[in-house]
């Protein structure tokens, strides 16, 4: 799935997408994204003092004018993987998707939030035992 991902990346022209500053009017002075952004946290695991036993969570989003789409996972180290797909509408950098996962042998699908800021992105949606509520940091892709 990711390799798609690249590949219609590199086949789409780039765009490039404006923050809201906290007037809520759009910034020409800060562009956000292009077609594909990437958004990574990682964190120790407490359990171990190897420092190569992280928990990840990463979100990859494709824009296409106004649809998006993309992967959000939940990687822990020792723990059950949530693997995901999201797709939806974009507008004023705000992604409204639909994001099935999989997660302890489980499909579900719950609605999603994602919105896009210069160097993050928060995700809100689903109930708060799912976790999805999350902010990630912009990374490279």
């Known amino acids: 799935m990711t390799m798609i991902f690249l590949l219609s990346a590199c086949l789409q022209e ?6 809201q500053g906290t007037s809520g009017e759009a910034s020409q002075a800060d562009p956000v994204v292009s ?3 990437c958004f990574r946290n990682e964190f ?9 036993d992280q928990d990840m969570e990463e979100l990859i989003v494709m824009i296409d004018g106004d649809s998006a789409s993309g992967e959000y996972n939940w990687i822990p180290a020792y ?3 949530r693997l995901g797909i999201s797709s939806g509408s974009f507008q004023e950098n ?3 998707a639909t994001y099935e996962y ?3 042998g489980q499909s579900a699908t719950t609605e999603i939030v ?6 993050h992105v928060t995700v809100e949606g689903g109930s708060s035992e799912l976790g999805l509520n999350r902010t990630l940091a912009r990374v490279e892709c």
């Open 14 to 19: 780039n765009r490039t997408i404006y923050s």
């Open 35 to 37: 077609s594909m952004q």
């Open 44 to 52: 120790p695991y407490e359990a171990t003092e190897d420092p190569d």
């Open 79 to 81: 723990k059950d993987q």
């Open 94 to 96: 705000l992604i409204k």
């Open 102 to 104: 999989q997660q302890e």
């Open 114 to 119: 994602i919105s896009i800021e210069a160097e």
